[in-house]
């Protein structure tokens, strides 16, 4: 694990952080800038840096991930209403920490474009 990563530091404990749901392999956390009423971090203990470096040997973990979020969707009770998952990779989708994280954003109608300057 690099030593600067921070969410490597808040699975770990060393830096504070609003933890809403932890196990041995999955941390997730309060966006310190939430940009939606519920706006968590879902992130693996184990440190990948992009969607990019995802492996096969991760497949469980993955997997695991989208279980929790399901978890906490109901847990917040954005379930029904709806919400959104998004992962950033790379310079171009505007990743700023690069330890692969699951954006959980939901409890307001969110806007229609997945991306400014929609169309090809
Ligand atoms: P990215 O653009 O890399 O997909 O998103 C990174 C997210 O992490 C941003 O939404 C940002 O607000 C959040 N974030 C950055 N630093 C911290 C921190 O120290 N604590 C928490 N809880 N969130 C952080
Ligand atoms: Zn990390």
Redesign the pocket.
Same mark, same amino acid.
């Given at each position: 694990m690099p030593s600067d990563c921070? +969410?490597c530091k $808040?699975a770990n404990k060393e830096?504070e952080?609003?933890i809403v749901y932890e196990d041995s392999d999955v941390v997730a +956390?309060?966006? $310190?800038?939430?940009?939606a009423p519920v706006?968590l971090?879902v992130v693996p203990r184990k440190h990948i840096s992009t969607h990019q470096e995802v492996l096969e040997e991760d497949a469980y973990l993955l997997g695991k991930i989208h279980m929790v979020i399901n978890e906490l969707a109901r847990a917040f009770q954005i379930e029904e209403d709806g919400y959104r998952v $998004?992962?950033?990779c790379g310079k171009h989708?505007?990743?700023?920490?690069?330890h692969l %994280?699951f %954006?959980l954003l939901g409890g307001k109608p969110l806007t229609d474009s997945l991306a400014e300057g929609r169309g090809a």
């Open positions: 921070v +969410f $808040i830096m952080s609003e +956390f309060k966006d $310190i800038s939430p940009a706006h971090l $998004i992962v950033n989708s505007g990743q700023v920490v690069y %994280h %954006h």
